[in-house]
């Protein structure tokens, strides 16, 4: 089974959540009673929403579908079947404007939130994406059987991005990456993994300090406002 993937809206009371079938759930996390539940994609396992909880992406085994919402009332928008499988990366960016989606293959996409229009692809599977606070920056992570890439892009003076490091600058990380956090000033990046290292990463630089060396694994991370 997969793992459920869960959004918080705003008031924090109603969570919304898919666990590899086929519908999106609104719980109510006060009294644990399902709320509501509205077709999505097959075998959804990834949701996100936009910044302003307006808008709600969720990725499933081959298709991303998106809905605007207002509140628990989802109006859906449009869905996209991009030719790759597992949609598990998934990020708006901080204006709500694009929606990147990446998964275990060898591109993400981003596409303009509004209408599904693709436009750009970027040559490198995101099985997590992450923008930076002020969306002037996109990280990617793909996993892989020899290698772990995880690169750093930057949005040029024509909007599009193009890649700034591969993180570290050879290009292999040999744990697999289980949490990635901007800085709220986008200068920094904090990555956690499956051997306890979280690390700090200079957007500028691209190197890297280790901060833990024994955290949890599979770490969740955040910065403190």
């Known amino acids: 089974p997969s793992e459920p993937a869960l959004a918080l809206l705003p008031d924090s009371r109603v969570s919304i959540a898919v666990d590899g079938h086929d519908d999106v759930q609104f719980w109510n996390l006060e009294t644990g009673k399902l709320l509501d539940a509205i077709p999505g994609p097959e075998h959804g396992f990834a949701a996100t929403l936009s910044a302003d909880a307006k808008r709600l992406a969720v990725g499933g085994m081959q298709e991303v579908w998106v809905w605007n919402l207002d509140g628990r009332k ?106 990635l956090a901007f800085s709220p000033d986008g200068k920094t990046l904090a990555t956690s993994g499956n051997e306890g290292e979280i690390k700090l990463w200079s957007v500028t630089t691209g190197k890297a300090k280790v901060l833990a060396t024994d955290a949890p694994r599979w770490a969740a991370l955040a910065f403190d406002d």
């Open 74 to 179: 989802a109006e859906f928008l449009w869905k996209v079947k991009p030719g790759e499988l597992a949609y598990k990366g998934l990020s708006f960016s901080p204006d709500g404007k694009t929606l990147a989606v990446g998964g275990d293959g060898s591109t993400t996409f981003l596409y303009e939130a509004a209408t599904g229009t693709k436009v750009q692809t970027l040559p490198q599977g995101g099985y997590k994406v992450e923008f930076s606070p002020d969306g002037s920056h996109l990280v990617t992570y793909c996993r892989g059987e020899a290698k772990c890439l995880l690169r750093l892009w930057k949005r040029g003076e024509n909007g599009e991005f193009v890649e700034s490091h591969v993180l570290p600058g050879g290009g292999q990380v040999r744990e697999n990456i289980s949490g």
